[in-house]
């Protein structure tokens, strides 16, 4: 029996995958669990490994397609098999039985299933969501692929009407059977608006990695109402300790302590105390996490990603830098497993490196706030205790807090915490 | 204007003639104190007596023949046939003779016959009582067809077909003789050849004959409820055929749709289509042409079977929306 390789789904909640690269291909022999292409899902790259030994074949889908989970993509043949009389790959397969999950079928309307089939569309090319394709879905589609070549199918009064209103048949959308062109196609399109000048541009897909981006910074900005609160504080003390920790670490091969890491470390100890900042507003109750998860966003050559270091307050600041560097190597290799981005509780940005002085994140739901670190400058201050103006190593912190969780109030006094201890960190460092 | 059957219209029609014009004599089977398979000549043997209703024996070749002869020598028989089925033993007198004298002699000539028959299926009668021929006599140049599907149509046209100087096959259908319809009084005849719109739509084009026409209106009826207006064209005659009304009315509304009791195969819903396919109409279709005919199977006698085998109120609605809808 040839073996169907799926789409296989890695979290409960996802519905699609892009192929990134095929590892293998079509007749290549392949062992059970060797890696056979990469995908990318909504937050990760993953290798796919083979679910059987066998000569890899009837491939359907190529790279940069986007394929429902459960979806089989290819086929494991056997000694002496061939594919004849097997289903074509693109039909969706049964869900792996898991806790009862229904199998991920598209929902449709049923005049949006009656033109693809009209068109010859096939909607699992269709990106899924939970959202019901409809008539506009298949427009899109019908859109995207080419008109075969030759002459468009049209009636022969739609020709007419063509010919005499200077109406090119290759650009107007039909909507009789096969997208044959009807005459009030062509009135359609005559008396639609002259469409502008075509501007000049490039159209970028959007891969996994942005759509998730724009469907979650969306979602949060829409339903979080964000607050922000920005302090300065002296790092005076900060620069120094981890200036010592390096030192001390010069001898070991180890990666330096950033100032990134030790924000990680002061941050996750202030939570312990304030929980509605290490919280998640959910439809029916505030969820206050008990474990400190930080999560560190982290810049990837087409977008973002946010490796956790979970229990980031049980974590010596050594322990969360050798973390962090490992983490960020990954995430820049594209190597992130899923553990290594889930379950976050909290977010730390740091833009300081580009100069940035002051900004404000947007909350990485379902996270109750998010601390946008700034660069640390040399700012001349008032001294503590004195009328002397001082030069200080300075950064900016902005904390963005989800107000359905927590108020003005609550968010200050984390930032208070947060600030007496970059402001006397050593016992917290040590 | 008294309203009248279908078969009173066309009695009243051969009264009227036989008033008229002497030169009028019918002839048939069982035409006489009978007054016909159907009862269309009932009581005219008693008004115009035996010499010119004549009862003849049961031979349509001899019935048609006998018209040919009278005909050539000045008379202007009309003769029934009792069932359209057999029209097709009068062949050679009709289609080798009566159609060709007038040509083959210069036209000195003339074969003024009037062959009508009843045709159709629908009375249980089984496959050699039920046929729709006309098609078939579409065929033969030299003879006109004419179809009437009204009360109304049946008189004028019959007033009309008795005055043309050709063999004119007359198909009554034997659904339609009881059907009931307003019929003017004296001489109104319709000419040979003019199709008639019995209703004015927009959006698409039935033509329809004989029993198919109250069937197509009923249809367009019910398309009405749904906002689908439909033009329902009786062409009358289906030679000569009114290529002229059914073109205009296509040009309007971009879609045809025949519908005939014929079988499909031959049928003459194909030739209304290919004259319109091939003119200026062309240019203004929306939808393929269709057409929607009897099964090309002989018609069964199971009322089922029958029913099934020949177009229905619902088959004519289901064909008309989904050209208007374009769905095919």
Redesign the interface.
Known sequence: MATPFIMPKFDMDQENATIVSWLKQEGDSVQQDEPVLTVETDKVAIEVTAPAAGRLAAIGFREGDVVPVTTVIAYILAEGEDVDGLPSPATPAKAPARHGAAPAAKRVTPVARRMAEDLGLDLGQMPGGSRRLTKADVESLRKSVPPPPGKAAA??????LARERAIDLREVSG???RG?I???DVTRAADAPHAPPRRTGQEVQLTGMRRTIAERMQASFREAPHISLTVETDVTALEQARTRLNGRAGGEAGPGISLTATLVRLAACALERHPYLNASFQEDAIYLWTEINIGVATAVPDGLIVPVIHGANRLSVTEIARELQHLTEKAQSGRLDLADVHEGTFTISNLGMFGVHQFRAVINPPESAILAVGAVTRRPVAAKGGNQVVVRPIVTLTLSADHRVLDGVRAAAFLQELVRAIEAPDTLLE | MPEMSYAEALRSALREEMSRDPRVFLMGEDIGRYGGAFGVTFGLMDEFGPERVRETPISEATIVGAALGASLLGLRPVAEIMFMDFVLLTLDQLVNQAAKARFMFGGKASVPIVVRMAGGSGTGAAAQHSQSLESLLVHIPGLKVVMPSTPADAKGLLLSAIRDPNPVCFVEHKLLYKTQGLVREGDCTIPLGLADVKRDGKDATIVAGGIMVPRALAAAERLALEGIEVEVIDPRCLRPLDVDTIVRSVRKT?RLLVVHEACQTGGWAGEVIASVGSSEA??????PLRRLAGADIPIPYNRNLEQAAVPQQADIEREARAIVQ???
């Not at chain 1, 009636?155 to 007419?160: E, G, S």
């Open positions: 009636t022969p009064a739609a020709r007419r909507s009789g059977p044959r009807q005459s009030a | 971009g062309f240019a203004y279709l929306d939808a374009a769905r095919i």
